[in-house]
């Protein structure tokens, strides 16, 4: 396992690999910075440029030309090279705010909401930005919306529920969203998560500084169980060119808010390790759609 050269993020998550660059991008949501490098094929990490969004940010996504699509409080952007950004129309009500977010295999925007303050509601919201601009609603109750992945064959969306300790399921047969049902009960917190190639699920456990693998049965691979030298790990993704680098986003390093005095070195740091005969999807791209006004 590597740790790559970076300093210490308060709460790093959304590693996205971008085959066309080959840069990995990642955010830093408290601090409301969006990270991007590029990653060599043996793991290591080029020189990292920053971009600060001046709020929090939930997930940024590579949309060409330096730009990202990005969740934004209560916004959806366009994140420009210089900085800039062109917002939607508040998305949600105040006191949420965004979270996790990918691209699904039609190329759409699906991006979940947490609460920022005041504990759980049961009203979260999984969103789609559909390609003419207009947002589909998947779920709305929901208690803190996080890591969210679909099978190789794009047949079903996975995302997790982390208050709940669940992971949810969805049909999602040519991109139509079906009924909800409960895929796997975790005995900690899911947050981010991804989907290899063989349509395994691996699961990051916020709580318990591991990443846990899933069949697609929802049977546990314990053998596949991967102990982190990291107290929260947040997020999980294969990257590198031929998809088998996977890459690791951990946060809250500090001790009881002394900066300076991490719980171990993983934490708030990115992790890099291959596994063998393990290797991910490709990356959706987004297909560029306006933005709700």
């Known amino acids: 396992m590597r740790l790559l050269e970076t300093a210490p993020y308060v709460l790093a998550e959304g590693p996205v690999w971008d085959p066309s660059t080959r840069r990995l991008s990642w955010v830093d949501i408290d601090d409301g910075r969006v990270m991007s490098a590029i990653l060599d094929a043996d793991g290591s990490l080029g020189d990292v440029t920053t971009l600060q969004v001046g709020g929090q940010v939930g997930a940024a996504i590579p949309a060409g030309g330096g730009r990202f699509l990005v969740s934004l409080e209560a916004w959806i952007g366009i994140l420009h090279p210089d900085g800039s950004i062109d917002k939607s129309r508040a998305l949600i009500p105040t006191n949420r705010r965004f979270n996790d977010g990918k691209i699904d295999p039609q190329g759409r925007f699906v991006v979940g909401s947490i609460r920022r303050f005041g504990g759980v509601d049961g009203r979260q919201h999984l969103l789609r930005l559909e390609h003419d601009g207009s947002i589909t609603v998947l779920d709305d109750t929901l208690n803190m919306s996080n890591g969210l992945g679909w099978s190789p064959d794009g047949e079903w969306l996975y995302y997790a529920e982390s208050h709940d300790r669940l992971v949810y399921r969805r049909s999602y047969i040519g991109g139509v ?23 395994r699920l691996w699961v990051t456990q916020l ?18 169980t991967i102990a982190l030298d990291a107290a929260h790990p947040t997020s999980v993704e294969f ?55």
């Open 239 to 293: 990257a590198g060119p031929d998809l088998d680098v996977l890459v690791i986003t951990t946060g809250f390093p500090w001790l009881d808010g002394d900066v300076g005095v991490t719980r171990s070195d993983g934490d708030g740091r990115l992790l890099t390790l291959r596994l063998p005969g393990v290797r991910g999807l490709a990356p959706t791209a987004w297909r560029e759609a306006p933005l709700p006004r």
């Open 177 to 199: 969203a079906g009924p909800r049902d409960t895929f796997l009960r975790l005995d900690g917190l899911p947050d981010g998560m991804t989907v290899d190639a063989d349509g």
């Open 207 to 224: 709580d318990l500084g591991r990443i846990d693998c899933f069949a697609p049965d929802g049977s546990r691979l314990e053998e596949r």
